[in-house]
């Protein structure tokens, strides 16, 4: 083995617990392990992307990672920290969720299969369709104790909450179903380790208790921490939902904007997790951006590392380019590269007005650009003393009172931008 598994992840953070001998089984020889994936949507979100990193690790480290996608129980749903149940998914989206989140897997697991430890993918809806209810009653559940079920932490929170919802007998049993995920996988591949958040020890001890009891061997179990923000609020989440891995879901500019914003606590801790630089190099950042917090290098290596992994170098550089506009350090020529759905990333929220083409194409002054046919400023008074001062600007350069604004200043044929002084920004919409 190349490097050891469980003292990688500790360095970085990731390890919350492991079963006692872990890492001697790791030693021995290559060794197969799985992180399940909930199929729920057609794209993975940042949330996902620990689980997927030791993955990565693991095949690094010169083993093979099972990523399993959950047909079968996201037909169910899983107790662990939730507070209701789930949607239920036909197998026609299923399918079509699972072909996409293995295109989004490939871009950190080698699925090659020449090589002896390329990924493999698979679905528990495969092996589980075809299991009657009598079968599995017969064949699993005998040999797990309601007694060993109800002592699960999930469980326990559950029943105990205030919610009146309580717990399905189908989520009951979900444990029952991902145990028996893990004794199907040792038994047909061999695999000895399951790995997951921390919310899902029961659920992975449950299968390795199977593994015990039914298939007669032994199976591990790794979890790592939830992840979480030093100011409380949820990782990966904005007030517009998940950030996802999907380009038409989440903006690469947008994603690449997250992690920018991180804060200087998360940012150290964040660089680990989500990012495969080594230790030396981190820490020789760490000290780095201690000497010079505000150039935020930190946050910068970190959004490039995991842009450029998750979407591609031309999605970075376009995020790059993006954010310079936002943030005033671009000349018109870089706004003028941004594709229409960036620009109106960067100008999201921004005061706009619409402004028949026509009246463009015949040239329309800046005093009525700035307060007639806009209201950006309040009066033609107020437009002349800003223009005046100098301090407006068409698409980020100066303009004087007698410039008049034309087709050629459209930019994606489309949009003006405007600004007095550095913080006021506008934008003219030609329809």
């Known amino acids: 083995m190349t490097k050891k598994f469980v003292e990688e992840l500790t360095w970085r953070g990731m390890l919350h617990d492991a079963m006692p001998g872990t890492e001697e089984h790791l030693q021995e020889k290559m060794r197969s392990a799985y992180v399940g994936i909930d199929p729920t949507a057609d794209s993975l979100h940042i949330g996902h992307l620990v689980g997927v990193m030791m993955l990565r690790h693991f095949q690094l480290a010169g083993h093979k990672p099972y990523a399993l996608i959950g047909g079968a129980t996201g ?18 989206t299923l399918l079509h969720n699972q072909n996409a989140i293995k295109n989004q897997l490939a871009r950190f697991l080698d699925f090659s299969a020449k090589e002896e430890n390329g990924a493999v993918l698979v679905n528990n809806y495969d092996w589980m369709k075809d299991f009657s209810f009598l079968e599995f009653i017969r064949d699993v559940g005998k040999h797990i104790t309601v007694n060993y079920m109800m002592a699960k932490d999930s469980v326990k929170k559950r029943l105990s909450s205030e919610s009146s919802v309580g717990m399905s007998f189908t989520e009951f049993t979900y444990q029952l179903v991902q145990g028996y995920d893990f004794l199907h996988l040792f038994k047909e591949h061999d695999c000895t380790l399951q790995m997951g958040g ?28 939830l992840i979480t923000k030093a100011d409380g609020t949820k990782f990966g989440k904005t007030e517009g939902g998940n950030v996802w891995l999907d380009a038409e879901r989440t903006s690469p500019y947008k994603f690449y904007q997250y992690w920018m914003n991180t804060s200087d606590e998360d940012a150290e801790k964040y660089i680990k997790i989500f990012t495969f630089l080594e230790k030396e190099e981190i820490e020789a950042l760490v000290a780095e951006h201690t000497e010079a917090p505000h150039l935020r290098l930190l946050q910068k290596r970190l959004a490039e590392e995991i842009t450029e992994m998750v979407h591609s170098k031309e999605d970075l550089d376009n995020a790059i380019t993006a954010s310079n506009v936002l943030f005033g350090k671009s000349a018109a020529d870089d706004i003028r590269k941004l594709d229409e759905k960036t620009f109106l990333d960067v100008f999201e929220g921004v005061p706009q007005a619409e402004i028949e083409k026509a009246k463009i194409d015949t040239g329309l002054d800046m005093i009525a650009a700035l307060a007639a046919e806009t209201n950006f400023l309040p009066s033609n008074g107020e437009a002349r003393r800003a223009l005046k001062a100098n301090s407006v600007s068409v698409n980020k350069e100066k303009v004087a009172e007698d410039y008049s604004i034309t087709e050629a200043d459209l930019i994606g044929g489309k949009y003006i931008i405007l600004n007095k002084g550095k913080k006021n920004t506008y934008i003219i919409k030609a329809i």
């Not at 899902?200 to 179990?221: L, V, Y």
């Open 75 to 92: 037909m169910i749903g899983d107790p662990s920290g939730k507070s209701a149940e789930r949607n239920l998914l036909n197998e026609e």
């Open 198 to 225: 921390s919310d899902q020890w029961g659920n992975i001890t449950t299968g390795t208790e199977m593994i015990r009891r039914i298939g007669g061997g032994k199976g591990f179990a790794l979890t790592c921490p």
